[in-house]
């Protein structure tokens, strides 16, 4: 149980967007980044494709931390 806590704790800081921070987790605001919330298009003009990455805080399925990243 502890373990889960402690994922919990971090997955919370540190990934979670907050809707009353406007989209960061707290950890963001804590050491002052700046909110990055990219504008895309899935295939622009340029032909950029974008990937959405779906992982799990230490393999727990009710923590998910969700990237968007550049596909090749």
Not at 3 to 8: A, D, I, M, R, V
Not at 28 to 54: I, M, T, W
Request: aromatic residues 10%.
């Amino acid at each position: 149980m502890l373990k889960y806590l402690s994922s919990y704790a971090l997955w919370y800081n540190e990934f979670r967007p907050h809707q009353s921070l406007a989209g960061r987790a707290p950890q963001e605001v804590y050491d002052q980044l700046s909110a990055s919330h990219p504008c895309f298009e899935v295939r622009g003009p340029n032909g950029v494709k974008l990937r959405l990455e779906v992982s799990h805080m230490e393999g727990m399925q009710d923590l998910p931390i969700i990237e968007l990243k550049k596909a090749a």
